[in-house]
């Protein structure tokens, strides 16, 4: 068809339009540079939040890991549930103590996942995963400077286990056993928790010290529940935190190191599981307006 009819007929030359297609393929590029290369990795604000979640994340590692080796070396009976009430307790307090720098995610996870439902920016999302990274390895070094070796050796300095070798023999879960739970058990704590500090709606309404306390509690109870269903040694329970298990895994290696990948690929999984959650629900409307359309008080 000749241009001057298509420009009559409302359409554009055949020029016009290869040249729309090649803006537009450069408008995506923009984009998606955009979104890796922007103003946050020059604010001052995101990296004072950075140092926040480097420190909140060094201290969490330190005294998670040091409560760990403390339960099971006083032989106590049931050193899960121990664990899992310091767990409640200190999660809370470095929440609280982050949350107005940097919305106290000191968890890869939860960072991963605000990026997916648009709470921060990529760009935001890699500078505090590198400093929650940076901030476990030095809480494992710190733990790894005021423990003998004997301890660090025999509780793998407290470090994310699937299992542990016990004189010839290996004990604890399978990797499938390890990567179904740290799945079920992540996607549950931003399902039932994190997703509150989400929405500002419901953050406001609870109040900040009540929205920490849910996050800190519902990590507690399902460590407990983790490593209680299994009811096997060697198996240290539901990460939840690839930092976390990071650290001790870079300062002990072995086979902390052999089993990193499942505390990292099963949060990574259950953040795109709670996208996908989080895309449906917003789609929908609100249960106030289904109840009055079916003409229910």
Not at 221 to 245: D, E, W
């Amino acid at each position: 068809m000749d241009p001057v009819v298509l420009h009559i007929v409302g359409q554009d030359s055949p020029r016009k339009m290869e040249e729309s297609k090649a803006n537009s393929r450069q408008g995506k590029a923009f984009n998606f540079l955009h979104c890796f290369i922007s103003h946050d990795f020059l604010s001052p604000e995101v990296w004072r939040a950075a140092v926040a979640e480097l420190l909140g994340t060094a201290v969490l590692v330190f005294v998670l890991d040091t409560i760990v080796i403390s339960s099971y070396q006083t032989k106590t009976e049931t050193p899960n549930l121990v664990i899992s009430f310091f767990i409640v307790i200190t999660l809370t307090i470095l929440l609280l103590a982050t949350f107005p720098i940097s919305g106290g995610h000191i968890n890869p996870a939860i960072t991963f996942s605000a990026v997916l439902v648009g709470v921060i920016s990529p760009s935001r999302a890699i500078v505090y995963v590198s400093a929650q990274c940076a901030g476990a390895v030095l809480g494992a070094l710190a733990l790894k400077a005021v423990v003998s070796s004997s301890i660090e050796q025999a509780f793998s300095l407290g470090g994310c286990t699937v299992s542990v070798i016990a004189g010839a023999v290996s004990v604890g879960v399978t990797t499938g056993q390890a990567l179904i739970l740290e799945i079920i058990c992540t996607f549950v704590l931003l399902f039932a928790s994190v997703w509150i500090a989400f929405d500002d709606r419901q953050a406001k309404a609870m109040g900040l010290l009540q929205v920490c306390s849910i996050i800190g509690g519902v990590a507690g109870v399902l460590v407990f529940v983790s490593s209680t269903v299994t009811a096997t040694k060697g198996y240290a329970g539901a990460g939840m935190n690839p930092a976390r298990c990071l650290g001790a895994a870079v300062v002990r290696g072995g086979q902390l190191w052999n089993s990193l990948w499942v505390f990292w690929a099963g949060p990574a999984i259950a953040c795109l599981l709670f996208y996908v959650y989080v895309k449906i629900v917003r789609d929908l409307p609100p249960w106030t307006d289904v109840l009055s359309r079916n003409g229910l008080p």
